[in-house]
């Protein structure tokens, strides 16, 4: 059934694509994007605030979407009114000629000539942010043959991490190298958050997944067959996967450059 976003075709509507696409976040930015007038901007940001479409940024005066809304204009933007079925369109890496290489490829240039969106590509790397980064990630994760190795400090139950262990049981190799959960905490909602970690850390060891527990991480990377990899500030925790957080980064698969940051990731895991 083909559904619209929340306030589709109307001045509410140009307001949150200004906020959740374009990333204004202040009312001279949004009023530029949108070209409304400041008094029925005023009445309309306030409209949308008291129905919770909109709100502020923790200690700041900028608007945020809320995620479901975001998320809903996001995909109806992205793959059209029927937005609960993606299109697969791009080539899955069996019917690539040219492997996973060839199908980023193949995503890169799909999202830029049917979307027409904005990706800045160099020779053999390209930046991402927000929802886009967020889907490049579901897709990679899916379309790895034979190991994926994820830095985290914290890792959570969401779709992401379902992905991985769904590879793994495909018979690709998931490592993932993440803090230990707080033994010390003290605090009510610290205690829940370490139980919480402590139980899925389980959950994904009996699943396959290799778990590798180093405090001092800091450094958010996805190394995909080791022929790609994702450098961003991305975690794998509830925040960033809900949009709630704009999060970016780059994507390489420069041989010199790949083979250079799993010279380094060896490095630092010989390193105890």
Not at 163 to 174: A, P, Q, R, T
Not at 196 to 217: M, S, T, Y
Request: hydrophobic share 40%.
């Amino acid at each position: 059934m083909s559904q619209l976003p929340p306030y589709y075709d109307t001045l509410k509507g140009k307001i949150i694509i200004a906020i959740a696409i374009r990333r204004c976040y202040d009312f001279r930015t949004i009023q530029s994007a949108t070209g409304i007038s400041t008094s029925q901007l005023l009445n309309l940001i306030n409209e949308l605030l008291a129905e919770n479409i909109l709100c502020h940024w923790e200690d700041s005066k900028n608007l945020k979407v809320d995620s479901e809304t975001y998320w809903k204009w996001f995909n109806f933007l992205m793959y059209g009114p029927d937005f609960t079925l993606k299109p697969d369109i791009i080539p899955k890496k069996d019917e690539s000629e040219e492997g996973i290489i060839g199908w980023i490829q193949s995503w890169v240039n799909f999202y830029k000539k049917e979307y027409k969106l904005m990706i800045p590509v160099g020779t053999n790397h390209f930046y991402l942010d927000g929802p886009l980064l967020i889907d490049f990630l579901s897709s990679i994760i899916k379309r790895a043959d034979k190991q994926i190795i994820v830095f985290t400090p914290w890792i959570e139950n969401i779709n992401l991490t379902k992905l991985l262990v769904s590879s793994c049981e495909s018979n690709c190799k998931i490592i993932i190298i993440t803090r230990q959960p707080n033994y010390n905490a003290r605090r009510e909602w610290e205690i829940k958050q370490a139980q919480e970690q402590r139980k899925f850390h389980e959950e994904l060891k009996n699943a396959g997944v290799e778990i590798r527990l180093r405090n001092d991480i800091h450094g958010k990377i996805v190394l995909v067959d080791k022929q790609i990899a994702i450098i961003s500030s991305f975690n794998f925790t509830k925040n960033p996967a809900s949009g709630t957080s704009w999060e970016a980064g780059i994507i390489t698969y420069e041989k010199n450059v790949v083979e250079g940051i799993i010279k380094a990731i060896d490095n630092y895991l010989s390193d105890k």
